[in-house]
Every structure is written in C-alpha cells, then in structure tokens.
C-alpha cells in the first residue's frame, strides 16, 4: 500500500508543477495533497509544524496568484482603472483556457485604462505590467511546487 500511496503522491506533484503552468489547474494544492498522501505511508513523517507551514504557503500562493498581475499593472504605471481590469480579465481569462488567463489580465488592464482616458501606448505599458505579474505569479508556483517534491524526495532517501 506504501509504494500505491507514494507513487500517487508523486503524481500529485507533477500534476502540480503541471499545474503552475496550465490554468485552470490548481498547482500549489495538488503537490499539497501529495505531502498529505505521502503522510499517510508508513515511511514518510512530515513534522506536523511542516505540514501546517506548507498550507500556509499553499494558501498564500494561491492568492497571490490572483493578486500579483493587478500588482504588476500598478508598477508599471496603471491606474485603479487598470488594476480592476487585470482583475477581471484574471477571472474572464479563466473561461478561455491558457491562452484566456495569460491574455485576460494584459487585455483588462490595457482596456480599464483606456476607458480612464490614458492613451494606448500607456495602456499597453500597464497591460505589460500585468503579463509580467502573470510571469512571476508561475515562478513562485513553480518554485513552491518544486521544494514541496524536494521536501517529499528527502523524506524518501
């Protein structure tokens, strides 16, 4: 049952790294579910204290998911109009697929300020500003993901 149950873990974290980069497909959870499975092998003994700071994480990667493109717009010049925008587009984005949850944001920011009154070229320098964030929201899904199969990896050997 050990070798099921980690094999099944295993799985849970390369659908998660999988994850971090398809949306729609909740990565950093996934590879979580997999330390949990990985927990109820007679082999693996995660310290309650990490599994309690990994959900934390979890959790908060998971928001900042959805908070960091809005974020990426600010810095690179948006306004209220365009944070609202890559906030909205995030949530429309989710039913396009891929292409929809990397597009949705940079669209959404672009058109919030547009309908502020900033010209294009503006507009566009905050829709970029959201693509980054979308950028570096899979980065720290990616990484998250990555130390938590490291975590489960060093447990096993």
């Known amino acids: 049952m050990d070798i099921f149950l980690l094999v099944l873990a295993f799985l849970c974290m390369l659908i998660g790294i999988i994850g971090c980069i ?3 497909l909740p990565g950093t959870p996934i590879a979580y579910i997999g330390l ?3 927990q109820a092998t ?3 003994d995660f310290s309650w204290q990490m599994l309690l700071v990994w959900g934390i994480i979890t959790i908060i990667v998971s928001v900042l998911d959805y908070i960091v493109p809005a974020w990426g717009t600010k810095q690179f010049g948006g306004t209220k109009y365009g944070i609202w925008g890559s906030t909205i587009g995030v949530f429309v984005g989710l039913f396009f697929g891929a292409i ?3 597009i949705g944001p940079l669209v959404g920011a ?3 300020e547009m309908i502020n009154g900033k010209e294009l070229k503006k507009a566009i320098r905050a829709g970029w500003g959201s693509f980054i964030g979308i950028l570096m929201g899979t980065l ?3 990484i998250c993901c990555g130390l938590m199969t490291t975590a489960l990896i060093k447990a096993i050997l």
């Open 22 to 24: 398809i949306p729609g």
């Open 36 to 38: 949990w499975i990985a």
């Open 42 to 44: 007679t082999r693996i």
């Open 100 to 102: 929809g949850v990397i």
């Open 110 to 112: 672009i058109l919030g």
């Open 140 to 142: 720290i899904k990616i």
